[in-house]
């Protein structure tokens, strides 16, 4: 009986770099705040609440603050909301992943040029909605095959196609396909982050082996839920946990072949002790 654990699995380097400079304030700094959950991982974000950092969930909840460092997470914020921590004189640091800055630039250059976009993703996911922000004209956002699939526009548009850093790979190449068969004047930009290509090529690739899949990930993480959908695919009996309390393996003795991979937002402690766990279990 063996595990394979994934090489890419849990925090990615924006992650990484999000989270380490959260900790690095703490001490140093009086009211530190992150606009929204730092990462999709109730673990990390309730350990940061003990020491202190706060975190922001609404506009309004922006408005009442007057002094303190607002950390922006990794998948970045809407345009507007970052021209008001400016404006209100706040303190920030800015940790939006540079691979989602690329994209906010894409949309704000091609909008500009009078380019139609369209963002490739979950519309009601923060890094979409943030993507969304920084378009100067017509944008829409397309979540699967099935909606490009219905998707109408003027022939003569000129479009500028952009996706959401984590979105599913193989379903990114069939809407793009879906597009192109339409015969759009469309310039395709591929703006899945690498980190999340070799997840999910890897994921996929493990998936296909094993017996049984676990993808550790919390329950509002996108990038987990792709993993999720993308290994049971591949694999029946695939599990979606957040932590090690959730996992109820049944039927072990059948089992010859475990893998385990994990979204960004997932701290290593928490693989190793979904890993340890299986080792013990299946033995
Ligand atoms: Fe950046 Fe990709 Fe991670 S966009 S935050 S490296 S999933």
Known sequence: MEVIVAEHAGFCFGVTKAVEKVYEQIGK???????GPIIHNETVVSDLEKKGVKVIGSEDELDDIKEGTIIIRSHGIKK?????????????IDATCPFVKRIHKIVDEESQKGKTIIVV???DHPEVEGIVSYANGPVFVIESPKEAAEFQIDQGTEICLVSQTTFNYNKFKETVEIFQSKGYNI????TIC????ERQTEAERIASQVDVMIVIGGAHSSNSRKLYEICSQKCARTYFIQTL???HLDNTKAVKLVGITAGASTPKNI?????????????
């Open 29 to 35: 700094k009086d009211n530190i705040y992150t606009y």
């Open 80 to 92: 507007d909301i970052y021209e008001k921590i400016q404006q209100k004189n706040l303190e920030y």
């Open 121 to 123: 993703g979950s519309a």
């Open 187 to 190: 310039n395709i930009v591929n």
């Open 194 to 197: 690498n980190a999340t290509e």
């Open 245 to 247: 309390d959730d996992l």
């Open 271 to 283: 693989i190793e002790e979904v890993q340890n766990y299986v080792r013990r279990s299946i033995i």
